[in-house]
């Protein structure tokens, strides 16, 4: 019995640590970029090695918006880096760096944007 009760502990104990997280890039940096914007939200930002990518975990606490591990693949900008994200059909996010500043816009099929400037912190 004291048997088959570890055994099953054992088993429920690797099931546990098999959560499936979302996966980043293979290639993704290892080290995050926090910016700070106004009303204390925060983007965290971890870009690809090469720059051609960017994973962006957004937090706008006064908007109510916490999106998690949304992807972003690097578009044609005419100074800094511009990441665009198209995954929802509703909404186009787009990410605009350049130096230590950043700026957040969304972009709803409504044609309503909202767009947020954040600095490196």
């Not at 054992?10 to 970029?33: G, Q, R």
């Not at 975990?57 to 990441?83: C, M, T, W």
């Not at 929802?88 to 816009?105: F, Q």
Request: net charge positive; aromatic share 10%; glycine share 4%.
């Amino acid at each position: 019995m004291k048997q088959k009760f570890i055994i099953t502990t054992l088993i429920f104990l690797l099931c546990a640590c098999t959560v499936k997280t979302p996966s980043l890039p293979k290639d993704i940096a290892a080290k995050p970029y926090l910016f700070h914007c106004k009303n204390k939200s925060v983007i965290k930002v971890l870009y690809a090695k090469d720059g051609t990518e960017a994973t962006l975990d957004i937090n706008f606490p006064e908007l109510k918006i916490d999106k998690k591990a949304l992807h972003f693949y690097q578009a044609v900008s005419a100074s800094g880096a511009r990441y665009i994200n198209k995954s929802n059909n509703n909404i186009t996010y787009e990410w605009h760096t350049k130096a230590d500043y950043g700026h957040i816009s969304m972009l709803s099929g409504a044609n309503k944007k909202l767009s947020i400037s954040c600095q490196l912190q």
